[in-house]
T-cell receptor
Framework: GQNIDQPTEMTATEGAIVQINCTYQ??????LFWYQQHAGEAPTFLSYNVLDGLEEKGRFSSFLSRSKGYSYLLLKELQMKDSASYLC??????????FGAGTQVVVTP | DSGVTQTPKHLITATGQRVTLRCSPR?????VYWYQQSLDQGLQFLIQYYNGEERAKGNILERFSAQQFPDLHSELNLSSLELGDSALYFC???????????FGPGTRLLVL
């Protein structure tokens, strides 16, 4: 099975940077995903890491260390519209995704 | 817009009833996944189909069943509904069995 941990909530100011950490324990690892989900809406795909290192996509970056079972999502130049839940998800060798409980990011003016 | 469609958007029904949720994957995607999201449980994987065949099962109750049809759309059937089944039900699709999953807008089910 898999166990995925991420903080429940983080608050940051508009224009700032926030780093959301995710740690996982898994019996089979085939990639780590980050999704953004606004309340009542569908999760939308943000990033994917399968090899160690940093993947950068505009204001969002994601990092993975497989040996440490650790990932983070970095949100730069925060905007009010970034207020949402951010879900860390680990894929097993069969393609199944196990999601963390999500981190609610609150961006304040 | 992910390209995944789900109907209906909202569904209100009574305990003991049966409902069917429908999902059409993105064009070209062969794999369909169903998830349940309730306030206290987060996003829970239910079941996966690939090109018409069941591929993986999560914590899906025996009262729930699903299928994927030859045109690749999928249906999730929920029967003998209980109050605790009230949740958002999402469908996702991907090209391959292990591809990136794109989510539909969800069906909000309320069981009274």
């Amino acid at each position: 099975g898999q166990n995925i941990d991420q903080p429940t909530e983080m608050t940051a100011t508009e224009g700032a940077i926030v780093q959301i950490n995710c740690t996982y324990q898994t019996s089979g690892f085939n990639g780590l995903f980050w999704y953004q989900q606004h309340a009542g809406e569908a999760p939308t795909f943000l990033s994917y890491n399968v090899l160690d290192g940093l993947e950068e996509k505009g204001r969002f970056s994601s990092f993975l260390s497989r040996s440490k079972g650790y990932s983070y999502l970095l949100l730069k130049e925060l905007q009010m519209k970034d207020s949402a839940s951010y879900l860390c998800a680990v894929r097993d060798s069969w393609g199944k995704l196990q999601f963390g409980a999500g981190t609610q990011v609150v961006v304040t003016p | 817009d992910s390209g995944v469609t789900q109907t209906p958007k909202h569904l209100i029904t009574a305990t003991g009833q049966r409902v069917t949720l429908r999902c059409s994957p993105r064009s070209g995607d062969l794999s369909v996944y169903w998830y349940q999201q309730s306030l206290d449980q987060g996003l829970q994987f239910l079941i996966q189909y690939y090109n018409g065949e069941e591929r993986a099962k999560g914590n899906i109750l025996e009262r729930f069943s699903a299928q994927q049809f030859p045109d690749l759309h999928s249906e999730l059937n929920l029967s003998s509904l209980e109050l605790g089944d009230s949740a958002l039900y999402f469908c996702a699709s991907s090209v391959e069995q292990t591809g990136t999953q794109y989510f539909g807008p969800g069906t909000r089910l309320l069981v009274l």
